[in-house]
Nanobody
Framework: VQLQASGGGLVQAGGSLRLSCAASGRTSSRLGMGWFRQAPEKEREFVVTINWSGSSTYYADSVKGRFTISRDNAKNTVYLQMNSLKPEDTAVYYC????????????????WGQGTLVTVSS
């Protein structure tokens, strides 16, 4: 499975961005997906996860109510809509994949994308 994340950029506080993660490969249609982020000099942290059908999601408290994950299985793509962005959301955002279900820890994901940088200015 290969993952390609895109959509990062520079945005002012209060603004919005939409990240995309396109999956390809043999099992790309039956993947649980997650977004993680890593800020400078900090450990990677969980952001949100969605199961393969889109029927189940789970958000970190820090992004609940501001971020929304969705997926289009016809395009093998997962989206992360980020609204009301804050400077503390600045990080490299990584998408990750695993078989079928949601998961909140990075060691449960065998497949990782390359990351996309989100910078939120104050």
């Amino acid at each position: 499975v290969q993952l390609q994340a895109s959509g990062g950029g520079l945005v002012q506080a209060g603004g919005s961005l939409r990240l995309s993660c396109a999956a390809s490969g043999r099992t790309s249609s039956r993947l649980g997906m997650g977004w993680f982020r890593q800020a400078p000099e900090k450990e990677r942290e969980f952001v949100v996860t969605i199961n393969w059908s889109g029927s189940s999601t789970y958000y970190a408290d820090s992004v609940k109510g501001r971020f929304t994950i969705s997926r289009d299985n016809a395009k093998n793509t997962v989206y992360l809509q980020m609204n009301s962005l804050k400077p503390e959301d600045t990080a490299v955002y990584y998408c990750a994949a695993r078989p079928y279900t949601i998961a909140t820890t990075s060691n449960e994901y065998p497949y990782w994308g390359q990351g996309t940088l989100v910078t939120v200015s104050s």
